[in-house]
C-alpha cells in the first residue's frame, strides 16, 4: 500500500463520514477489513475501542491506528491529513457563504432553530455518555463534586479535569488500595 | 501573536477532550469567554455548520473556530494542534497496546474521565441554556425536539433539519 493510495481512500473515508464518531466503525470496517483485508477484525474492533478510552477526537484516532499499522509514523500523518482534506475545504467554503447570507431574515430563522437545536444536541450526548458509563457510587461523586465546582467557580475545563483526575487517582490508589 | 494562543487552545483540547466530538465543546465555550475570537452565537452556528458537513464533528469545529479567530491559515493551525496530540498518544499506545489498557492509572484516569466530561457537558448546556430562559419560543422547540428523541437519539442531521424549517417557519408566520 504506497502512501499515495493510503491517502486516497482517508480522503474519502472523510468525505462519507457524517454525524458523530461512532459512524466511522462500519465505514473503516468496508474499507480496510473487507474490501482489502489489510487489517483482521479483531484488530479493528481494539483500535475502535482504544481510539474510545484515548482524549482527542475518536474518528481521528481510528485513523491514525490504522494508519500506523499499515505505514508507521508517515502513514499516520497520512490519515490524519487526508481525512480532514475534504471536511477542511468544505467548511471553508461554507462559512464564506454564511457570512453573506446571514443578513437574510430566514437565514436568521433557520440560524435560531439550529442553535436550539445545537442545545439538544448536547442534552443528548450527556445522556447518552451517561448511558454507556458503569454507574457507581465513584461516578456519581465525582459527577457531582465537578459539576457543583464548575457552577460555583469559573475553572476552565483544564482545570477542572487536572484537579478532579488527581483527586480521584489517589482515592483509587490509596481508599480503594489499588495497584 | 494569535497564532500561537490559537495552537495552545486546540492543542489543550486534543490533549484533554475526551468522548467525542462534542466532548470538544465545554472547551470552545471557554475559548470564547477568554478571547474575543467568536460569540457564543457564532458557537453554536459552528458546532451546527461542522454537524451538516461531512468529517468529524470534533475535527469541522476547530477548523471552524481557527477560521472564525485568524482566517485559513488559523483553520489549518487548529485542525492540526487539535490531532497532534492523538498522533503521539497513537504512536505510543500502538506500541504497548494491551499493556496500556490494562494499566492500573490508565483504567483510574479513564474511569474518573467519564464522569468529569459529563459534568463539563452539563454545565455548558446549562450556560447555553440561560440566555435562552427569556425566549418561550426557544423553550418550546427544544422540549419539543427533547421529546422527540425520548425513545432513541436519532442522527444529529435530524434535530439540526427539523429546527432550521421551525425557525423559518416561524419567520415566515411572523409568529
Not at chain 1, 482527542?56 to 500506523?68: D, E, Q
Not at chain 1, 508507521?72 to 461554507?94: D, E, H, N, R, S
Not at chain 1, 433557520?110 to 448536547?122: H, K, Q, R
Not at chain 2, 469567554?33 to 457564543?40: D, K
Request: net charge positive; with cysteine.
Amino acid at each position: 500500500m504506497s502512501l499515495f493510495k493510503l491517502f486516497l481512500i482517508f480522503v474519502k473515508i472523510g468525505a462519507v463520514l457524517l454525524g458523530g464518531g461512532y459512524v466511522i466503525l462500519p465505514i473503516m470496517n468496508s474499507e480496510f477489513v473487507e474490501k482489502r483485508s489489510l487489517i483482521s477484525h479483531d484488530d479493528m474492533i481494539d483500535y475502535f475501542a482504544l481510539s474510545q478510552s484515548l482524549p482527542g477526537i475518536i474518528a481521528a484516532n481510528i485513523s491514525m491506528f490504522v494508519g500506523y499499522k499499515l505505514r508507521g509514523k508517515w502513514g499516520a500523518i497520512t490519515a490524519m491529513v487526508g481525512v480532514t482534506f475534504v471536511p477542511f475545504w468544505c467548511i471553508v467554503l461554507l462559512a464564506s457563504v454564511l457570512g453573506a447570507l446571514t443578513q437574510n431574515s430566514y437565514v436568521q430563522g433557520a440560524l435560531w432553530g439550529v442553535g436550539v437545536s445545537v442545545i439538544a444536541l448536547i442534552m443528548l450526548t450527556v445522556r447518552e455518555m451517561w448511558q454507556k458509563s458503569n454507574k457507581n457510587i465513584y461516578f456519581y461523586t465525582i459527577f457531582i463534586l465537578t459539576l457543583a465546582t464548575l457552577l460555583v467557580f469559573k475553572l476552565s475545563p483544564i482545570q477542572t479535569i487536572l484537579i478532579f483526575t488527581i483527586i480521584g487517582v489517589l482515592y483509587k490508589r490509596f481508599a480503594e488500595g489499588g495497584k | 501573536m494569535i497564532y500561537i494562543h490559537l495552537f495552545a487552545e486546540f492543542f489543550k483540547i486534543g490533549l484533554f477532550s475526551f468522548g467525542g466530538g462534542y466532548a470538544t465543546i465545554p472547551f470552545l465555550y471557554h475559548i470564547s469567554q477568554v478571547y474575543n475570537w467568536y460569540s457564543l452565537d457564532e458557537l453554536t452556528q459552528m458546532v451546527a455548520v461542522a454537524s451538516i458537513t461531512p468529517g468529524p464533528v470534533g475535527i469541522n469545529v476547530a477548523t471552524y473556530a481557527g477560521l472564525k479567530s485568524a482566517g485559513i491559515l488559523g483553520s489549518a493551525l487548529a485542525t492540526a494542534a487539535e490531532m497532534l496530540p492523538s498522533l503521539f498518544l497513537v504512536i505510543i499506545v500502538s506500541k504497548l497496546l494491551r499493556k496500556f489498557s490494562d494499566n492500573f492509572y490508565v483504567k483510574s484516569i479513564i474511569e474518573t474521565l467519564k464522569p468529569i466530561s459529563c459534568a463539563l457537558l452539563t454545565s455548558v448546556a446549562i450556560g447555553l441554556l440561560i440566555p435562552d430562559l427569556k425566549d418561550i419560543k426557544a423553550l418550546i422547540l427544544l422540549a419539543l425536539l427533547l421529546v422527540m428523541s425520548w425513545k432513541s437519539k436519532k442522527d444529529p442531521l435530524f434535530y439540526i433539519f427539523i429546527a432550521a424549517v421551525i425557525g423559518i417557519i416561524v419567520v415566515l408566520l411572523k409568529i
